[in-house]
């Protein structure tokens, strides 16, 4: 007997954009969580500052306008967010360059537009993780948020595009040794001094300038929609404002191999 007619046909062709954009970004993911070093700045280390800070402040009786915990919990996760949007978006950017993965990715059926959009995908994916396992440490930790999603949920996604274009666009013009030498430094002098874990007030005279910065422009507009369920619309000025030069700026300068 033969086969019916039809029940066998190959249907050749690309999957749907979507589809391979989902695939993309759920690799992506499991790739970053994969690798110890993105592990290591994506959780342990905000999780390190926010129990560290919490005590820190309680044994050195620092005073704050609200408690600790209420200051340091929503600074971590815009350091969370930095983390991954930035720091580990370019090293594996820049380390993916250098073995041309990038490049064969070009030649599948998968557009430079789904390649990209499928990494933003996997830090978002891989963001919501960071934001379940910090704030679970900081609820245990007595943390009493009054926030709003809709301001939490802006602020994290208009912080990821800006970071995300900054981290592309270190990846795209700098060699992948330069890149992890790069993107590690800019990470620790944020961190540091960019008003991302502490308000922008805490900096005194210098507090202006952080306000201009990603790093402060995200921590602030995250603690204003913890502290009061806010949007704070100034710093998301800022934020999409960086995006919008990162952007501008990869689109130019990136080198795809």
Known sequence: MSAPTGLFTPRPGAAPLHRQVLAQAVMESRLMLRNGEQLLLAVVIPVIVLIGGVEGARHLDLSFSRRPIDVFAPGVLALAVMSTAFTSLAIATGFERRYGVIKRLGSSPLP???????????????????????SLVALSLGWEPHASLPAVLLTIVVGTAAFAS????????????????????????????????????????????????????????????????????GSLLVLAAWAAI???LTARTFRWE
């Not at 060699?175 to 991302?196: F, S």
């Open 246 to 248: 990162g952007t501008a």
């Open 166 to 233: 900054l981290g592309l666009l270190v990846a795209g013009v700098l060699r992948a040794e330069a890149t992890l030498a790069a993107a590690n430094l800019v990470y620790l002098l944020l961190m540091a001094g960019g008003a991302v874990v502490l308000p922008s007030t805490a900096y005194g005279a210098f507090g202006g300038v952080t306000r201009l910065l990603p790093s402060g422009a995200l921590g602030d507009a995250l603690r204003r929609a913890f502290w009061s369920g806010s949007f704070q619309w």
């Open 112 to 134: 430079r537009s789904g390649l990209l959009l499928g990494k933003v995908g996997a830090l978002l994916l891989v963001e919501v993780m960071q934001v379940v396992v910090i």
